[in-house]
């Protein structure tokens, strides 16, 4: 193979002067001294003795020539030859350009030591700071090793044998896979994006705030427990700029009249569980809304209430949900949101003391997406948040105070911007049990 590879430098490329400087080009770019190694004139053309422009040790600006003969044969003439593009390319990178620190030539005549020494003292009294030859051994040496061997073959056909591929894998094979799984991966990145952002465009079927606890509880453990979410959006859909929902227990708490109403309930996560939900809308007359809104649900009035859900209770607990929609019937009334106007939207989590210190995760869930995620690092527990819902809670119930959950610096928020929801159900083909037909047109 080392003897192809000369033969093929001395005579390959004749006339082939764009394929000679793609592959010098690549040949300096494997040096790790030269950076930003590009082409002057990649599809040929006068280049004033400048082929090749690069960067010498991140600073000193480098030029190279190519210097190639026909049907090399390394006799006296074609070394002359050689040496006389050098000196003629070199007076003209420097003519051109006077602030050169580095000159490269590269030629497919061999030279010996003592012709390469007195072409580099050419350059050194022309006031360069540094010379490099490439003669046709040396491209060779190249060439032939594992960082060359592709060069070699796009640029002068040869290839690879069994021994040079185990070798040029052995070096590049976990790179040229990360290159195709890097490569499918963001491709998978950018269609999932794309999908989202048609999907965000559906009614708002499901807004879900999940609390994930630090550990699976009895629901003795749990007892009396209130979790609510208010959400304000960032940009009013119909007038309506706030909704409010969340969970409790004492499944009938929603139509108690008074204190002893409530007492009168089983009490305790065990024994039943309740739910609800408001909307804020603009009045018709105000021009403005409440600065308390925007700042993430303090001392405001949740609205109108807009539903309301009793469920059984939970004998463990690992997961606790307060959720928003308008998914579950047959048919959709508007106006309603839609899962793009979640973006951006401020959030704040209300709940008793005793369930805020459990809190493992919070994850936030819209549609079938999961939006956002908080481990515990990513949220404090705020001692100055009040949260007084319509509805009634006992004295024994609120000495376990009320706590409010924001991020560390404000309000939870989800941006759309900043990062792409993730799928969490993937859809299926439909079956089909039906004959595939052509049509007319396909089939002439």
Known sequence: MTFGTDERLKSYLDTNQLQRERMCTAVLALDKRFTNVRPRHPRGGPDGGRDIEAILNGEQKAYGAIGFVNQANDSTDHK???????VGDLASAIAADPEIKAFVFFTNVNLTAGEKDALIQKVTKSGLAHCEIFDRERIRLVLDGADGMAIRFQSLGISMSEAEQATFFARWGD???????????????????????QEMNAPLDQFLVLLELDR???????????FFVSMSLAEPRDGLFMVTFGTS?????????SVADVEAMPAGILHGMMGAKWEGRIPAAADTLNEDIADGGADHDEGTNVGTFTSVGMENVRFLRA????????????????????DD????????????EKIKAIHFIGNQYKLAEYGRDGFRIDTHGKFEPSLIFTP??????????????GPFSVRYAEMTPIRLFEPVEASNSLPVRRSRKANG
């Open 80 to 86: 002359k030859k050689a040496q006389k593009k050098f």
């Open 175 to 197: 790179d040229i896979q990360s290159v195709i799984v890097d490569g499918f991966s963001e491709i998978k990145k950018s269609l999932n994006r794309m999908q989202f952002l």
């Open 216 to 226: 699976e509880y009895n629901g003795k453990e749990i007892g009396h427990f209130r």
């Open 249 to 257: 227990d004492r499944a009938d708490r929603a139509s108690a009249k």
């Open 323 to 342: 959720e928003f929609g308008y998914g579950g019937g047959s048919f959709r009334f508007g106006p309603y949101l839609r899962l793009s106007d979640i």
């Open 345 to 356: 939207c401020m959030i704040a989590l209300f709940m008793n003391e005793a369930l805020a």
């Open 396 to 409: 024994s119930e609120l000495s376990d105070e009320w706590r409010r959950i924001m991020r560390n610096f």
